[in-house]
């Protein structure tokens, strides 16, 4: 599931907070590509039921995702509530 470099570039130019393909720090970019690789493994674990080790990948992820989200919530509730709606995560 290697992401391209462009294809990186354009979750970050997309979702990060200051909207140009550099900024891969701001919690929103990196949200974005923990959602993006989320919803991949999800779709490989739909076919492939047994593959724990992918499982567990996953789960840090989400987990990974939710304390980033708790972070932005607890700094920024605007910015929460945006990234929240962009993506279409649910709480």
Request: proline content about 0%.
């Amino acid at each position: 599931m290697k992401l391209t470099t462009e294809a990186k570039q354009a979750i970050f130019e997309k979702n990060s907070l200051q909207k140009v393909s550099t900024d891969t720090g701001s919690a929103e970019a990196q949200i974005a590509l923990f959602t993006h690789r989320i919803t991949h493994l999800t779709e490989h674990l739909k076919v492939n039921k047994k593959d724990f080790s992918t499982r567990l990948g996953l789960l840090k992820l989400v987990g990974k995702r939710r304390r980033m989200l708790d972070y932005l919530q607890h700094r920024e509730i605007n910015r929460y509530r945006a990234i929240i709606k962009e993506l279409g995560i649910r709480k």
